[in-house]
């Protein structure tokens, strides 16, 4: 008997059909003897419409206190969600409870909108999976030390789960969603994207923070931290399939490099179309120049990605950056208050419709041109490279929007990742 974390996402929660179908391969699982708690995420759609809402009302409102309410209207969403199942799993016949994340309490941050996890008092659930009860806990939201509801950042139901079992020593956390597990690439965009049986934390983890939104990057991060092993499979499946057969399907996040993984060079594209790019032109250069830059906009709370200085001609150089594309203009009108009077640079331009295409791979540490073949691959399809930023295990370019596809297909296939053709029929 082992204790396990399922994590159910929005399209596996998207009708009572849906919900029908997880709560029975939840029962399957605490039939076979394991002590079950479920994570799921809101109905699909359901967050999305509940943001909507708020930002009817407000328009380009950044404030905390609007930030405290969105959370209090999106945290609704995953309550709805622990209800249901709760409920289907009793007409499984099963005891089952569910609770939100101040219930529990899952406490966090005050951070509204991208709230950190901090700590979890697992000693209610225990207590319940000590009555033989299946226990229902919502994903994405938490409270902070003065009671506010909080919410952990889109896709945070991932973390939710991997959190939950990381304090509760879960045996596996297991996150069932739309596909069968972690692609070579979002198998939405390249058809002949494959799946991997397993992938090395390092790589999921930097395939997280570029893009691949098939796990939030913090729940790789906390699987990272507590060693919590965590698989990724289909919920699509019939729920009634073999339970060992399931229980090693769909990819693996392996904190070993052992040799049965594959010795690809690189494991995977990830994109992020997200981004914007905003260039600070004939800016001296001078020392303290990018502080006096980059200092007002992490003031305003503005991340900042990848960066680049050109070098200097007649004393002026250029300086770009780029933010989410939901701080461009913000990021735009700050720099034109603040920092071009202040500094005496002559001028602020942006492009909000660029993206990031990136190639991650360990593989990468050992082998040296692979940043040239994907820079080769690009221009072979007359793809302009705006930015660069490379570390160990990835190689990142900004291009313009438009061409996405185009690159990550390209590169997909240059690097071997293409599924191999079906055989032809006899
Ligand atoms: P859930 O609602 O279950 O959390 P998400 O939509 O957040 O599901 O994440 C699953 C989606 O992630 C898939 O439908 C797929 O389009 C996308 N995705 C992006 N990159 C990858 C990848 N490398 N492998 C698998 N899926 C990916
Ligand atoms: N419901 C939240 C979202 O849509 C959290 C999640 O699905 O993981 O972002
Ligand atoms: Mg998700």
Same mark, same amino acid.
């Given at each position: 008997?082992? #204790?396990?974390?399922?994590?159910?996402?929005?399209?596996?929660?998207?009708?009572?059909?849906?919900?029908?179908?997880?709560?029975?391969?939840?029962?399957?699982?605490?039939?076979?003897?394991?002590?079950?708690?479920?994570?799921?995420?809101?109905?699909?759609?359901?967050?999305?419409?509940?943001?909507?809402?708020?930002?009817? #009302?407000?328009?380009?409102?950044?404030?905390?206190? *609007?930030?405290?309410?969105?959370?209090?209207?999106?945290?609704?969403?995953?309550?709805?969600?622990?209800?249901?199942?709760?409920?289907?799993?009793?007409?499984?016949?099963?005891?089952?409870?569910?609770?939100?994340?101040?219930?529990?309490?899952?406490?966090?941050?005050?951070? *509204?909108?991208?709230?950190?996890?901090?700590?979890?008092?697992?000693?209610?659930?225990?207590?319940?999976?000590?009555?033989?009860? %299946?226990?229902?806990?919502?994903?994405?939201?938490?409270?902070?030390?003065?009671?506010?509801?909080?919410?952990?950042?889109?896709?945070?139901?991932?973390?939710?789960?991997?959190?939950?079992?990381?304090?509760?020593?879960?045996?596996?956390?297991?996150?069932?969603?739309?596909?069968?597990?972690?692609?070579?690439?979002?198998?939405?965009?390249?058809?002949?994207?494959?799946?991997?049986?397993?992938?090395?934390?390092?790589?999921?983890?930097?395939?997280?923070?570029l893009?691949?939104?098939?796990?939030?990057?913090?729940?790789?991060?906390?699987?990272?931290?507590?060693?919590?092993?965590?698989?990724?499979?289909?919920?699509?499946?019939?729920?009634?399939?073999?339970?060992?057969?399931?229980?090693?399907?769909?990819?693996?996040?392996?904190?070993?490099?052992?040799?049965?993984?594959?010795?690809?060079?690189?494991?995977?594209?990830?994109?992020?179309?997200?981004?914007?790019?905003?260039?600070?032109?004939?800016?001296?250069?001078?020392?303290?120049?990018?502080?006096?830059?980059?200092?007002?906009?992490?003031?305003?709370?503005?991340?900042?990605?990848v960066?680049?200085?050109?070098?200097?001609?007649?004393?002026?150089?250029?300086?770009?950056?780029?933010?989410?594309?939901?701080?461009? %203009?913000?990021?735009?009108?700050?720099?034109?208050?603040?920092?071009?009077?202040?500094?005496?640079?002559?001028?602020?331009?942006?492009?909000?419709?660029?993206?990031k295409?990136s190639?991650?791979?360990?593989?990468?540490?050992?082998?040296?041109?692979?940043?040239?073949?994907?820079?080769?691959?690009?221009?072979?399809?007359?793809?302009?490279?705006?930015?660069?930023s490379?570390?160990?295990?990835k190689t990142s370019v900004?291009?313009?929007?438009?061409?996405?596809?185009?690159?990550?297909?390209?590169?997909?296939?240059?690097?071997?990742?293409?599924?191999?053709?079906?055989?032809?029929?006899?």
């Amino acid at each position: 008997m082992a #204790l396990i974390v399922h994590k159910y996402g929005g399209t596996s929660m998207g009708s009572t059909e849906r919900i029908r179908n997880v709560a029975k391969r939840v029962a399957k699982w605490h039939r076979a003897g394991h002590q079950m708690v479920v994570v799921p995420s809101a109905m699909s759609g359901e967050t999305n419409r509940l943001l909507g809402l708020a930002r009817e #009302l407000a328009p380009g409102n950044e404030t905390a206190s *609007f930030h405290r309410e969105l959370d209090m209207i999106a945290a609704t969403g995953e309550q709805v969600s622990v209800g249901l199942l709760a409920i289907a799993l009793q007409a499984e016949g099963l005891d089952a409870v569910s609770y939100t994340g101040w219930q529990v309490p899952v406490q966090t941050d005050s951070a *509204f909108t991208k709230a950190r996890i901090q700590r979890i008092d697992d000693a209610r659930v225990r207590a319940d999976l000590g009555a033989g009860k %299946v226990v229902v806990i919502t994903g994405f939201q938490g409270i902070d030390p003065d009671g506010h509801i909080t919410t952990l950042g889109r896709g945070g139901s991932d973390t939710s789960a991997v959190a939950v079992a990381a304090a509760m020593k879960a045996a596996e956390c297991l996150i069932y969603t739309d596909v069968d597990g972690v692609y070579t690439t979002d198998p939405r965009v390249v058809p002949e994207a494959r799946r991997l049986a397993a992938i090395s934390f390092e790589e999921m983890l930097e395939m997280a923070s570029l893009g691949s939104k098939v796990l939030q990057i913090r729940s790789v991060e906390f699987a990272g931290k507590y060693r919590v092993p965590l698989r990724v499979l289909s919920s699509f499946t019939p729920w009634d399939i073999d339970l060992a057969q399931e229980a090693a399907s769909g990819t693996l996040i392996t904190f070993e490099e052992d040799e049965n993984m594959e010795q690809a060079v690189v494991s995977g594209i990830a994109f992020n179309r997200d981004e914007a790019k905003v260039t600070v032109t004939g800016v001296p250069d001078r020392p303290g120049i990018a502080f006096q830059i980059l200092g007002p906009v992490a003031d305003a709370n503005i991340d900042v990605d990848v960066i680049i200085q050109n070098v200097s001609h007649d004393g002026r150089t250029d300086f770009s950056f780029t933010v989410h594309r939901n701080d461009y %203009v913000r990021t735009i009108e700050l720099l034109e208050a603040s920092v071009l009077p202040a500094t005496g640079a002559e001028q602020v331009t942006g492009d909000p419709k660029i993206c990031k295409v990136s190639i991650v791979g360990i593989g990468m540490r050992s082998h040296v041109g692979v940043a040239s073949k994907m820079f080769r691959v690009l221009s072979e399809e007359g793809i302009n490279i705006q930015m660069i930023s490379t570390s160990e295990i990835k190689t990142s370019v900004v291009i313009d929007e438009k061409y996405m596809e185009l690159a990550v297909r390209a590169l997909h296939k240059a690097f071997g990742l293409d599924a191999p053709a079906p055989m032809p029929a006899a």
